[in-house]
């Protein structure tokens, strides 16, 4: 068995939550009236990225207000976290919905998150970045432009080596306004936000297609043709399977006929990660007629390989996801065993044309968020945040 070195986010974090701590939060919503109250505890859901000097960035959210820190030696130690919105908002950091980081080759860090408003299901996209290696954060702003009070939600956030970025989320202005108009819109709708100044200025929102699914995760890549998206789609009535697109002017492909047909949302999204020579590494969550369960494929160019199964159905495996840095990838999902939840992981060394056995890295009782792969110079890790122990980053050899 491969060696395992884990390692534990110290008391830094534990002390900003008590000085922030009190019964709780309080944040308004948009129209500034009607006050939401958060409980004081940390939420589970939080996000991690390696920058290009190896220094590891962690955003989580505490009493509605975004936290960034960052660790110098792999996640042993980290810094005072430093807050990014100036007032407590009611912050997506649950399941599905949790604040994004990403860095720029430049070092400046990207923030995007979902705003959760006091009407049922709806919510604002919300931005933010460092240009001063995180010691302070611009005034965040709304991304979604529509002006409407709907469903702005699940965003995800990718960069290039350089100053552009892109963020893409489910929108439902397009069914408001069918609805509106006494017709009829099934799903929502997936919208894209472009940079190509570091995040200084936004281009208008751009619609990259109708009728998804409202509210299972969405996912980026960044790749030769720029950035491309991973979501549940619609496919005739309520039949819910991946689709995958470039946001410059790709058309939508399938990832694969599950042919899922069910008229609810799975609350289960997928995960997209870019790998050398342009091949993608998609994985996914399916209990569709032709397939169930926790599957990945790899795509190169118009070549998908064959769905791969992975994961212990029994064990109620889920919520994958999947990092890759030139020939090296790596999966990481949870399961539960009935007494205690497992982070699982595989590795592939050869840009995923094979993989290694299943193995799980950790397990802890309790409340569990999904484990998250990471791989920094030829290093893989996994970043899992659980109730009783923390933040583990646990490095694989």
Known sequence: ?????????????????????????????????????????PTLAVSAVFDGAGRLWLARVENGTLLVSHSDDGGQNFSAPVAVNPAPE?????????????????????????LLLPQP???????????????????????????????????????????????????????DAAREKGEKFSGVSLYAARSDDDGAHFRRNEKITAHTCECCRTALAWTKDGPVALWRNLYGTNVRDFALAKLDGGEVRRLADDD????????????LAGGADGVLHAVWYTQGKNRQGLFYRRIEGDTLSAPMAFGNAQAQAGHATVAAAGDKALIAWREFDGNAYGAMVLQSGDN???????????????????????????????????????VRVIALD
């Open 121 to 175: 299901y709806t919510g604002e996209v919300r931005y933010s970045r460092s240009t001063d290696g995180g010691r302070t954060f611009s005034v965040p702003v709304t991304l979604n432009d529509d002006g409407r009070l709907s469903s702005h939600r699940f965003d995800s956030l990718i960069v290039d080596g350089g100053g552009r970025l892109a963020v893409v989320w489910l929108d439902g202005r397009d069914r």
């Open 1 to 41: 068995m491969a060696r395992r070195t884990i390692l534990l986010l110290g008391g830094l974090l534990a002390a900003a939550g008590l000085a922030l701590a009190g019964a709780h939060a309080q944040a308004r919503g948009a129209d500034g009236g009607k006050e939401m109250a958060m409980p004081s505890r």
């Open 260 to 271: 899922w047909a069910i008229d609810a949302c799975p609350h289960h999204g997928g995960g």
């Open 90 to 114: 009611n912050i997506g950091a649950e399941g599905e919905n949790r604040p994004k980081i990403a860095v720029a080759g430049n070092g400046t860090i990207h923030l995007s998150w979902t």
């Open 352 to 390: 995923g044309k094979s993989w290694g056995a299943a193995r799980r890295i950790a397990a802890t009782e309790g409340a569990a968020d999904y484990p998250l792969p990471l791989i920094h110079n030829g290093r893989a890790h996994v970043l899992w945040h659980t109730r009783h122990h923390g």
